[in-house]
């Protein structure tokens, strides 16, 4: 006599995901509500789907009222919950891969996405706005789509690779001593998530700083923040008080002293080479 027999089967997928995608902000047996972005927009979703599929999310919607710490008496959190500094659209791409495992992006709202995606820890996520952005932005446009948010928590969260690309452009639109207060902040977020040190997990974006564009005095203060968590090489240093120095960028990368889009003026970049290679 033949024992049990048991296997798993699986209808159509796409009828599965097509259905699924009908209930994203869908008012109708929606359980919890979001207030989205500046103009407030009401987003609706399920408790349970969330849930299950974002930890970041299921932590949110069980939060104990009150700050009490017993979990066993813990009631789902009514919100609705305020998210005031992402936009609706990019909210709305996130929930749409929650319920469906696909997204639809834009050259608007990918790197957006991909902020949010790093946040709630949806690495599936990250990695189709990763795609998406090599596929169809350059570097420019990377860049370009930055400048507004090299203060923000988003700049924070990209990969060291990514960084490095976008600082190599000429077009950013921000000056070097920005850019190096916010790469500082980048790699010691990027050193506590990823329990490495600073000056290993900045490698990488730190040879595109262009340190010879500062001047004297910020290098001085540059040399004493340094001190503190060793960022950049000494021997980067260096090279930039030697350009001072000499008087032009020799010994250091041509791309190192050339300007970007948003560099502000120093009487010293007149002796910079201006050739680049």
Not at 181 to 193: F, G, K, L, T, Y
Not at 248 to 255: E, I
Request: hydrophobic content about 40%; aromatic content about 6%; some cysteine.
């Amino acid at each position: 006599m033949a024992g049990p027999c048991s296997a798993r089967l699986q209808g159509d997928v796409s009828a599965f995901t097509s259905a699924l995608r009908t209930l994203v902000n869908n008012p109708q047996f929606s359980d919890v509500t979001f207030v989205v972005g500046p103009e407030q927009q009401k987003v609706f979703a399920h408790r349970c789907v969330l849930a299950c599929r974002c930890q970041a999310f299921r932590g949110m919607l069980a939060q104990v009222p009150g700050g009490s710490q017993d979990s066993s008496s813990s009631v789902p959190a009514q919100g609705p919950f305020i998210l005031g500094n992402v936009q609706p659209e990019v909210f709305l791409a996130v929930i749409e891969f929650l319920y469906t495992n696909s997204v639809t992006l834009n050259n608007h709202i990918a790197l957006e996405v991909l902020t949010s995606s790093v946040e709630y820890g949806l690495q599936d996520l990250c990695k189709l706005c990763v795609k998406f952005i090599k596929d169809t932005l350059s570097v420019e446009q990377v860049c370009e789509a930055l400048q507004a948010v090299v203060q923000t928590q988003g700049f924070r969260e990209l990969s060291d690779v990514v960084l490095a690309r976008v600082l190599r452009s000429d077009r950013l639109a921000v000056d070097e001593l920005d850019l190096v207060q916010a790469v500082r902040e980048w790699a010691h977020v990027s050193s506590a998530v990823l329990e490495r040190p600073v000056p290993e997990v900045a490698a990488l974006p730190v040879r595109e700083l262009r340190l010879p564009l500062l001047a004297p005095s910020e290098l001085v203060t540059l040399e004493s923040h340094n001190q503190r968590d060793l960022l950049i090489p000494v021997e980067s240093i260096a090279a930039a008080w030697r350009a001072h120095a000499l008087r032009k960028g020799s010994g250091v990368p041509s791309r190192l002293c050339r300007p970007r889009r948003g560099t502000r003026p120093r009487d010293h970049h007149r002796h910079l080479e201006p050739h680049t290679k």
